[in-house]
């Protein structure tokens, strides 16, 4: 099954296609100046989603120098995601611990976050963590079996980002994180 | 006038309106018919407060006075609350929190998309960000307005009962008022006036197909913006301020 978000490899696995979104991002992240910083903080991640960093969930947009400190730009997700004061407490945690000198960390709002945001890596993780990646059709492939063959159970599953899913053929109840 | 005082005004409206119904639908949280529906009500109310929030913070830094987010939020009065009067009717049964629901998402999604393009950049990232949570609410109150409509004898009398009342309050979504017309003029806000037909359109015809019939209401309530409420929301602010209130200065 390929869809709009996936591509199909040689051995027929799906593997998430590499968004425009995600590409302006990564080419941020490799032109900055701010390298160090933006390794240390792969290791914050989203605490409603085990294992996904906030670089690969989009959250993370940008780093910049600040009076021989540095500011760290944050978007959320949905914008009453509870999530972002844990994010924001992380982030300054693990580069106090780091040692690297002043933190701020900034909420932006534009340019609104997108699922299209999240890595290709990010999306894998997501199928693996049996979280149905998001897809620009909606079409929802059940992260188990990936059978079609799915229903939507509620618009509204264990977060605001995301719904509640069954497949049909192996029965398996599944999050979808929404297309958003 | 001032167009900082419009500005601050303008804010405050659109995050009272917000936090208001954030408020009322979260009166819904552990009371939903189902869990499913008790969660997605939730998650709704939980959109809404992200949006009062952000809209809160400009507001403060405009007035620039020092006050906060939560200061603007739980230390004024009924009369200081400006909030349109749709947004702070009780919650009634489900069928009338889903038709506000509706009515509401139906607006929200044509008035937001048009002040993504407002001339204030920080007002046009604020809507931007909301107009995609309206557009996902708008996906969940439209089928549950058809199937309580062509549903049982009870969810249709419900349904038409949740009408009657609602449709005395709708016409305040549309009312322009002067400060807001200046800063319309000004391309930051949004002339109200020219979504009414569209809205019009659009509920009359998803109405219309379960066979209700939807006219413009004689009766239309106003004074939401001017500090003049319901009998409602005073009860309601009791409950939502009552922490800050009691223990001033409480954080989490």
Known sequence: MTTKNSQVDPSGKLIPTYTPEFAERQARRQKSSCGKIWDLLDQVHDPELPGLSIWDLGVLQNIKPLNGGWEIEVTPTYSGCPAVETINEDILKVLKNAGVGEVKVTLVLAPAWTT????????????????APPDVNDEVLCPVCDSNDTRLVSQFGSTACKALYQCLA????????KHF | MDQKLNLYRFLVGLADDSVV???????????????????????????YIGRARMLYQYAAEVEGEGRSEDDIA??????????????????NDFAFTMLRQFFVDVFY??????????????LAAIAAKSVKESRYHLKRSEPWIKQLAEGTEESLRRIKTALA???????????????????????????????KVGWDHYVQKLLGESNIVFADSQLQIQGGR???HTEHLGHMLSEMQFLQRAYPGLKW
Not at chain 2, 77 to 86: A, G, H, Q, S, W
Not at chain 2, 109 to 122: G, Q, V
């Open chain 2, 21 to 47: 119904l954030s408020h009322r639908l979260s009166q819904w949280c552990s009371n939903g018919p189902y869990l499913e529906e008790d969660i997605a009500l939730s998650n709704v109310a939980l959109d």
């Open chain 2, 165 to 195: 009342e609602l449709e005395n309050f709708v016409g305040e979504l549309f009312v322009m008022q002067d400060w807001e017309k200046e800063l319309a003029d000004n391309g930051i806000a949004v002339d109200r006036n020219q979504l």
């Open chain 1, 170 to 177: 192996c029965h398996e109840h599944f999050d979808y994180f």
């Open chain 2, 74 to 91: 739980y230390l004024r009065n009924e009369r200081e609350y400006t909030n349109l009067l749709i947004h702070e009717l009780p919650i």
């Open chain 1, 116 to 131: 299209e945001m999240i890595s290709p890596a990010g999306k894998s993780h997501l199928k693996r963590i049996h979280i």
């Open chain 2, 226 to 228: 001017d500090g003049i």
């Open chain 2, 109 to 122: 999604c044509e008035y937001l998309a048009r002040l993504c393009h407002s001339t204030d950049e920080r």
